[in-house]
């Protein structure tokens, strides 16, 4: 009994490790888009408009970019492990149903 019920834990904590590391994986690759897509404008901004030169200094140019990067990050990241353990408590309630 107690071997079974080793083995069923190690399992769940092998899948919650899976499910947390393609929350990484997925949060990562949002984080690198959203850094992309949010220095292209500010760097462009502070090149060309004369009120970003002058009030937009590079620290805050850093902490626009660190923050849409940030924020992709935790929020895709959030919703992939949502996603994989909502899809995991469906597989287990449902024994038989092998469409997941």
């Known amino acids: 009994m107690a071997s079974a019920t080793r083995a069923s834990l ?27 897509a949010a220095a292209v404008p500010t760097l462009a901004s502070v090149r060309m408009l004369p009120w970003a030169r002058y009030n937009l200094n590079p620290t805050a140019q850093a902490l626009i970019v660190s923050t849409a990067a940030g924020m992709a990050y935790f929020i895709v990241a ?10 995991n408590s469906f597989k287990d309630a449902f024994p038989g149903n092998i469409s997941a």
């Open 10 to 36: 190690d399992q769940k904590l092998a899948m919650a490790k899976r499910c947390s590391h393609e929350g990484v994986v997925a949060g990562a690759k949002a984080a690198i888009v959203a850094g992309f």
């Open 78 to 87: 959030d919703k992939t492990v949502l996603a994989s353990a909502r899809k």
